[in-house]
């Protein structure tokens, strides 16, 4: 196995590593959301958004491994991810394989400039990250689909344009079966979107209610009863990838310094965590090398995709809570101004609770594992 990197990307690298260096915006809290659609425009201008897509539906024409670089570097500069990065991510890919053309002249080049944002609608209160469960229903109507229900956990839905969602068009045979992937506008009639407060004060999470909502049938992304393929294929994009790694390098960084500055390099058990979280950060680097190399190869792995999401977000939340941990009494503190390190700690603690919800919970993707991996029978 040869991990090295070809010259043509190592100067691939560099390029991306100095645009970033002077192109990526200074930190700023409040950031607003023109000023997010404006920072994606310029990494679309700069070449450096879809960067893996084709020329045709706007992107940069570069190969996967050069796509993989530049998360990596993105990483490494702390840039503001794109703000549509779900549409960019899920909507566009699925797209690309799904839809006609028609829907591809529509939909794919207001993507990477910034148009339409698009949210993504998965979970829902009876069933959670169990998609297969979905009850939410679209019932045909002529050429139309009439949408009830209710989706929840929608990241940015409250900013979105259009929505990627999940519906139930049957009921016959095996709940996956039944399954078909909409495209709706979010300002459809009998839409209602209502943020939901999170504990770290933020809001980026919504309940979407959706009453007699009529979709028109030319919306409809793939066959009736495609949903679950075209969903799972779109959830690989979002947990695969090396560029996890980096941020556990970061995060590895923080709890050195963090630990320096709390007199605590010397506390063996401290020592001992700290070896323990630079050994699970490894591991999910070979797990992204994997992965890549699945990706580059062609194979889709939805399996290996499941077990590098479970560690990774459980990796994060460890990574906080050993910070909060380290700062003893201080780390409560977030919006004070003797909290150590701004309250970053025990801001990105609280935030970090969501990410064995986000994306599928922990539980379904243990079970993922479980049977997919281990071969482990159902009970």
């Known amino acids: 196995m040869d991990l090295s990197y ?33 920072w994606q425009r310029k990494l679309h201008e700069g070449g450096f958004l879809g960067a893996a897509w084709p020329k045709e539906y706007g ?53 990477l400039t910034c148009e339409e944002i698009w949210a993504t609608g998965y979970s829902e209160p009876s069933s959670g990250s169990d998609m297969a469960a979905a009850r939410t229903s679209a019932v045909r109507d002529g050429d139309f689909y009439v949408v009830n229900g209710q989706k929840i956990w929608t990241t940015l839905a409250h900013i979105s344009d259009w929505y990627f969602i999940l519906v139930r068009t049957s009921t016959e045979g095996p709940k996956w079966a039944g399954l078909t992937m909409l495209l709706m506008d979010l300002k459809s009639p009998g839409v209602s979107i209502k943020p939901i407060k999170q504990i770290d004060g933020g809001s980026e999470f919504n309940e979407v209610f959706m009453t007699d909502v009529r979709v028109p049938v030319a919306n409809r992304l793939g066959d009736e009863g495609q949903g679950w393929e075209v969903v799972s294929s779109a959830l690989v994009n979002e947990r695969s990838g090396i560029a996890g790694s980096i941020r556990a390098d970061q995060s590895l960084e923080w709890i050195v310094t963090t630990a320096r500055q709390q007199g605590k390099t010397r ?32 194979r889709l792995n939805p399996h290996l995709s ?74």
């Open 6 to 38: 070809t010259p043509e990307e190592e100067a691939f690298r560099a390029k991306v590593r100095k645009w970033l260096q002077d192109n990526v915006p200074a930190h700023d809290q409040n950031r607003t959301l023109e000023s997010a659609r404006a």
């Open 59 to 111: 992107g940069a024409g570069l190969s996967e491994m050069e796509q993989a670089i530049l998360n990596e570097e993105m990483v490494r500069a702390r840039a503001p991810q794109p703000i549509n990065q779900m549409a960019i991510w899920w909507v566009g890919p699925a797209l690309m394989k799904h839809g006609t053309e028609e829907q591809k002249k529509r939909f794919i080049p207001r993507i």
């Open 267 to 298: 506390d063996p058990n401290v020592r001992q965590k700290i070896a323990d979280l630079a050994i699970k950060g490894s591991i999910m680097r070979c797990a992204g090398l994997r992965s890549m190399t699945d990706s580059l190869n062609q």
């Open 306 to 379: 499941a077990a590098m999401k479970l560690m990774g977000t459980l990796l994060v939340q460890e990574f906080s809570e050993t910070g909060v941990e380290l700062l003893g009494p201080y780390g409560c503190l977030m919006n004070d101004s003797r909290a150590p390190f701004e309250g970053k700690w025990s801001k990105q603690y609280l935030g970090d609770r969501s990410m064995t919800i986000a994306g599928g919970t922990s539980e379904v993707q243990r079970n993922i594992v479980a049977q997919r991996v281990l071969g482990l029978p159902r009970r």
